[in-house]
């Protein structure tokens, strides 16, 4: 973590300001298993403190506290629906879990993957798309240079500490953190904590 950011503190004065603001980075890891890839799937396009806790009833709902795609396979949709998921949401993580029981989704194959193959993999499933797989990249592979350009946190906050006038598009994210790399990760971690307490998953 020290090279990292090293790295962007050097590559970017507006970085190296929010750095030294906000100080260590503290990222939190999940295991990168279905939990962390269901909460990824809950967090989507929710703000985190509403996803937090529905999170956290899903959790509660499935009886010890974790969230296994057997447990998930175990509820019925109304109590889901009662924890706060969208009937598309609970489609999406039941067909995950469906598809961890059969042994058709390997978590653990997914983490000796390099991150275009995780990609690949993931979004040939229904209901994930870049910014889960983002999430689940960043989060529980724990991959260093992912940049969620799309991101509606990642753009205000460049919007923001860039002084920019209008929120930036996806590839200006992409042009503007080609200097961050191989730490786009860290630079996104910063950014998201520049707006955010809590810039975790």
């Known amino acids: 973590m020290r090279q990292a950011i090293a790295h962007l503190k050097q590559a970017d004065p507006v970085l190296r300001r929010l750095i030294e603001e906000i100080g260590p980075c503290r990222i939190r890891y999940l295991e990168p298993d279905f939990e962390a890839l269901a909460k990824a799937i809950v967090y989507q ?3 985190g403190i509403v996803a937090s806790t529905i999170f956290g009833r899903l959790a509660s709902a499935a009886g010890n506290g974790r969230v296994t795609p057997e447990e ?3 509820l019925p ?6 924890v ?18 059969s042994g058709e989704l390997d978590f653990r194959a997914l983490r000796r993957l390099p991150d275009d193959r995780v990609r690949q993999r993931l979004t040939e499933i229904k209901g994930i798309g ?11 592979l724990r991959r260093m240079d992912v940049l969620p350009s799309g991101d509606l946190g990642i ?4 919007k923001k500490a860039y002084s920019l006038e209008k929120l930036p598009e996806p590839r200006e994210i992409e042009e503007l953190g080609r200097g961050w790399r191989p730490y786009a990760t860290v ?3 910063y950014l998201w904590r520049s707006l955010e307490t809590d810039a975790n998953l």
């Open 155 to 158: 753009r205000a906050a460049v």
């Open 77 to 82: 949709a109304p109590k889901l629906r009662r």
């Open 84 to 101: 706060g998921l969208s009937r598309q949401k609970i489609a999406y993580l039941r067909d995950v879990a469906r598809r961890t029981v």
């Open 130 to 140: 870049s910014w889960t797989v983002h999430m689940f990249l960043i989060f529980a």
């Open 72 to 74: 998930l396979l175990r």
């Open 45 to 47: 396009q929710l703000s």
């Open 187 to 189: 630079a996104s971690w």
